[in-house]
């Protein structure tokens, strides 16, 4: 059974397609008789098209058809922006034909779908207006004049064609398209795309939650760079773990209209390029979706309806705010979804159809729509009072939550609202976290950032060919500094294999940012790896980091592979640089190329001259004017005169680190820091990184007696040392 629009409702039985055109066509007054024969339908239960449902919703939600497909939305809109728009008779008439040689073609059938391909500038992300503010922008610069009108044959081609495009149109010499590129995503990202900016159209991720809710597989397929998809993603307030895939234009040559990025996209997901659908905006776009034989839903965000008509699209919405669940999986309203109105909408819906039907309709029947609308239709068509659903879903929210928390009452201890949040949004991923098949990221490296123990790297030159742990961390955490003798393990471990550790400092606080302190971090904690100051935490946001510390694992073709927080990870660590160095040994992409290091401990001058190397902590012994300090980074203790600056012995003479008991000559610390010094009883008590074992504070007998010895003092009674040493 259909109903069809028109300035009477009436319903009809499915007949020819002959039929069918002459009916919408020309209206009910060709039919007047035929408005009321079949008002009432009876429902075979044994026809397993029409589920048991009530006569009055029935008549109210069985399927409809509407002209073309078009711009105008179903009645009543879900999440409309607006009012719905009009459509004029000779442009009903025009869109019906269309619609039904597209039912010919198709034979009726939808056909099914498992995979939603999104675009971005223009669907998901009302962008295309601000690209072509920045476009505009960029040529400024040049001196060039243009209008955000210029631009838009070239929406959906990708930046590089978005921007070389308007050149060639305005014939500028000497055009270079890669630094154009780069100045637009300057500007774009500095003026335009700033996280959680709100470009994100209203409903997108509604319907994206709704499609993964379905079961159906969702991606990003864009011709733009990824740099930009990222931004976009952010500023819309979208995070990408909500996609199965985010393809972007840095690894094609042919992009929109050519079907290369769809096809990917459709791989990655592996699901058939005819079961796909796309959502577009461009006419690129719809061309490329065509050519990649995937069904296409175009929104006239950007371009007209005629304008879109011309690439043949299957569905025409106003913007992803107006498209349904059915028109994805079923081309337009279907009662086969068993998705229920809302009962305002059936409410609306009933007093419209009441005024329209010019008291045709008994009283009796119009109290029967009344008495419907008082009731909401839940999990797939069962009946109640709104306060019913409202107790029972509140009621099953409090039950799962308590569920959960008594579940995991250990972690919720520690949780915080933030982790708890990530937690749910799935951003904390672990080293397998990458959804299966997703696309690998092209990790890039802005040139204009400070780094030392090195020059400048690129990955495209001096890290091509390795395999690359960066580690996200700033010198204020103390976890990142727990993380450091992993990552001195593994430099060690892999010293002659194509592997190589960076630091990206990323500051927690503005302080941090300063290059000097954090040179003297480097210097402190004796690293010496490279380390690059990602002072605007571009890098940061880039990938999608969280905490400090991250560790990031890059491929020698300079393409993500792993991602993990916190510290604890070294066997990890450990394992997968393993594989990745076996997996790519294999495929001979390797280059054991050594990195020229230019290590600031080599390089500043404080460190040279001075006796001291970061000296942590002091003990003063005024009855004979003398300190002790501990000279953390020689990893040795000095005793010198408190008033003359003379040296007079040392303890840990070897300078290595350690934690051996011994004499002044032989023991060894490991960064010593707090002294504690009495006159009487003569001993050092050293607080280290490492001296605190099984909870108690480790007292070297050796050294202690060698200390006595060399000092000449008496010592006291065994009881009153082991006395001590319980203390």
């Known amino acids: 059974m259909e109903v069809a629009r028109s300035p009477h409702i009436y319903f009809h039985r499915r007949d020819s397609t002959s039929a069918k055109r002459a009916r919408r066509k020309h209206g009910a007054a060709a039919h007047h008789s035929e408005r009321f024969t079949h008002f009432f339908p009876k429902l075979p239960s044994e026809n397993p098209n029409f589920p048991p449902l009530s006569r009055v919703v029935f008549l109210l939600l069985r399927p409809r058809t509407y002209p073309a497909k078009t711009l105008a939305p179903p009645l009543p809109a ?57 476009a505009v ?61 709100g470009i994100g159209f ?22 733009a760079d990824r740099i930009k998809v990222d931004a976009n993603l952010a500023a819309a307030g979208l995070p990408a773990s909500l996609f199965d895939a985010i393809v972007s234009a840095d690894a094609f040559e042919n992009l929109k209209p050519a079907p290369d990025i769809f096809l990917a996209a459709s791989k990655i997901l592996n699901v058939d390029p005819s079961e796909c659908l796309v959502i577009e905006d461009a006419l690129a776009g719809v061309q490329a979706a065509k050519a990649a034989r995937m069904r296409c839903v175009a929104v006239t965000t950007t371009l007209t309806y005629e304008e879109l008509q011309q690439a043949s699209p299957s569905l025409i919405r106003k913007d992803i705010g107006n498209v ?43 109290q029967e729509i009344n008495a419907e609308s008082e009731k909401g239709h839940f999990l797939g068509g069962l009946q109640g009072s709104r306060r019913d659903i409202l107790r029972y879903g509140s009621l099953g929210i409090a039950v799962s939550s308590l569920i959960f928390t008594i579940s995991n009452w250990k972690a919720m201890q520690y949780a915080s609202p933030k982790g708890l949040l990530n937690f749910f949004k799935g951003n904390n991923r672990s080293i397998l976290g990458q959804n299966e098949g997703a696309l690998l990221q092209m990790f890039r490296v802005p040139p204009n950032l400070d780094w030392l123990n ?57 302080n941090e940012k300063d290059l000097e302190a954090i040179r003297n971090a480097v210097l402190r904690y004796n690293i010496t790896h490279p380390v690059v100051n990602d002072g ?58 050594p990195i020229p290091l230019a290590l600031e401990k080599d390089n500043d001058g404080r460190l040279i001259t001075s006796p001291l190397k970061f000296p942590g902590k002091l003990a003063i012994d005024a009855q004979n004017n003398r300190l002790f300090i501990s000279d953390s980074n020689h990893n040795r203790i000095v005793s010198g005169c408190r008033f003359e600056g003379t040296f007079i012995t040392q303890i840990g003479s070897t300078g290595e680190e350690g934690l051996n008991d011994g004499t002044f000559d032989s023991a060894s610390f490991n960064r010593p820091q707090g002294l504690a010094y009495n006159p009487k009883r003569i001993f050092c ?30 010592l006291t009674t065994k009881e009153e040392d082991e006395e001590l040493l319980r203390s």
């Open 536 to 593: 605007d935490m571009y890098l940061w946001r880039e990938l999608g980091v969280n905490s400090w510390p991250t560790f990031v694992i890059i491929g020698p073709n300079g393409k993500i592979l792993a991602q993990l927080a916190g510290e604890g990870h070294r066997k990890d660590l450990d394992d997968f640089v393993d594989a990745s160095l076996q997996f790519y040994g294999e495929k001979n992409p390797l280059e054991n190329n």
């Open 454 to 510: 090195t020059a400048p790297l690129r990955f495209r030159t001096d890290l091509k060919g390795k395999v690359v742990l960066l580690d996200f961390w700033t010198y204020c955490c103390i976890n990142c500094m727990h993380v450091l003798p992993d990552l001195e393990y593994l430099e060690k471990k892999y010293s002659n294999k194509p592997f190589t550790v960076i630091g990206v400092h990323s500051a927690k606080f503005d």
């Open 685 to 714: 008590m050293l607080r280290t990184l490492k001296i605190m074992l099984c909870g108690r504070l480790i007292l070297s007998m050796r050294l202690y007696e060698h200390w006595l010895e060399m000092e000449q003092k008496v």
């Open 78 to 134: 879900r999440r409309s922006g607006g009012a719905v728009p009009r459509v004029s008779p000779p442009q009903q008439e025009q869109r019906v034909e269309e619609e039904i040689a597209r039912e010919e073609a198709n034979g009726g059938e939808w056909g099914k779908v498992s995979a939603v391909l999104f675009d971005m500038d223009g669907v998901l992300c009302n962008s295309e207006e601000p690209s072509r503010m920045a």
């Open 202 to 223: 209203p409903g997108a991720l509604e319907l994206i939650m709704e499609c993964k809710r379905a079961g159906l597989k969702v991606a990003v397929a864009s011709s």
């Open 324 to 366: 349904l669940l059915n028109d994805i999986l079923y081309g337009g309203p279907s009662g086969r979804n068993g998705r229920m109105q809302n009962p305002q909408n059936i409410s609306s819906l009933g007093k419209s159809s009441s005024e329209q039907l010019n008291g045709a309709l008994s009283t009796d029947f119009a």
């Open 137 to 197: 922008d960029v040529f400024a610069e040049m001196g060039v004049s243009v209008t955000v009108e210029d631009f838009v044959p070239f929406m959906g081609t990708g930046e590089a064609n978005f921007l070389g495009g308007v050149a060639s149109a305005k014939g500028v010499i000497g055009f270079d398209p890669e630094a154009a590129k780069k100045r637009f995503f300057e500007i774009y990202l500095d003026k335009y795309a700033k996280p959680n900016s």
